[in-house]
């Protein structure tokens, strides 16, 4: 018992040292002069978190950055249109960039990445997000945040992005684009970003995209797998779905026992119309990956 208390005690003890190593590096003031925020982020390694924010702030970043390894920098500047851009560079001394540091984590020793980062985001302004990850992780709670559109290049790192219940995009997104080269990407209750369009675009990595929550709007999603796997949430309450196959003699699919074959590699499931405003189309290529489409256990 003893034990376990003590344990417990030097958890507490270094979590608390770790929050305290967090350092206020950055922050965007609010200002008339813009509406929209364009925010740019480049880290090769590290632990990378977005959250949403009730801070009077549209951005504020916290971070505790080895030295010896990353130079973090950051530019922020308003042009005559009303748009802040923004960029962020947390790319290491040695890596040169996003391919080096891939290839140099596949082949290379290294020791235990210890850069932590946390950017807040409020509701005040309209943000489009480019996020760029080398290795490490990511984990983006996108819940209320204003997003118009969201791009993100996961490199070899392992992305996790949900939103919450009540967590609800309040603005409609225009485009929801994901590149993922050796790394996995997870998206949880994307139904909630309210994105009209999905690019998605695997490599050798894995990609799961959540839509199991009932959606009464379109959306268009196309992806397109190399050599990796890609997992599609459906919801179990029907949504009138049709999904187009490009397929390979080298590639694995799978769907739902009720979806059937409209034409040619073309499947409907049973609520779908061709006219349904809520229609969920997808158009899938598939070279030597696996692709599997599936209710949401």
Do not use: L
């Given at each position: 018992m003893w034990r376990m208390?003590?344990?417990w005690s030097l958890a507490l003890l270094v979590s608390s040292e770790a929050l305290a190593q967090l350092q206020k590096f950055y922050t965007v003031k609010s200002g008339d002069d813009y509406e929209k925020v364009v925010f740019t982020l480049r880290a090769t390694s590290g632990s990378c978190y977005i959250k949403p924010s009730s801070n009077e702030n549209?951005?504020?970043?916290?971070?505790?950055?080895d030295f010896e390894e990353?130079?973090?920098?950051?530019?922020?500047y308003t042009n005559k249109h009303g748009i802040n851009y923004v960029d962020l560079n947390l790319e290491d001394y040695q890596q040169g960039g996003l391919t080096k540091t891939i290839s140099f984590n596949m082949f290379e020793s290294r020791k235990e990445d210890?850069?932590?980062?946390?950017?807040?985001f409020n509701d005040d302004k309209v943000y489009d997000l480019n996020l760029n990850y080398g290795i490490g992780n990511a984990h983006l709670n996108l819940s209320?945040?204003?997003?118009?559109?969201?791009k993100v290049n996961t490199g070899?790192?392992?992305?996790?992005?949900?939103?919450?219940?009540?967590?609800m995009n309040p603005i409609e997104m225009d485009t929801f684009s994901v590149k993922v080269d050796l790394g996995s990407f997870t998206a949880y209750n994307l139904t909630k970003s309210r994105a009209s369009h999905i690019f998605a675009n695997i490599g050798f990595g894995n990609a799961l995209l959540d839509f199991s929550e009932k959606t009464t709007r379109k959306c268009n999603v196309e992806a397109s797998v190399a050599a990796g796997k890609l997992v599609v949430y459906i919801p179990r309450d029907q949504v009138p779905t049709i999904i187009h196959l490009n397929e390979s003699p080298l590639c694995s699919t799978r769907l739902p026992k009720d979806f059937r074959e409209l034409e040619d590699n073309v499947f409907v499931n049973s609520a779908y119309t061709a006219h349904a405003e809520n229609l969920t189309t997808f158009n899938i290529d598939v070279g030597m990956g696996n692709v599997v489409f599936r209710n949401k256990d």
């Open positions: 208390i003590a344990a549209p951005i504020d970043i916290y971070g505790n950055p990353i130079n973090p920098s950051f530019k922020s210890t850069n932590f980062w946390k950017i807040y209320g945040i204003p997003i118009d559109r969201f070899s790192a392992d992305v996790v992005i949900n939103y919450e219940m009540e967590g």
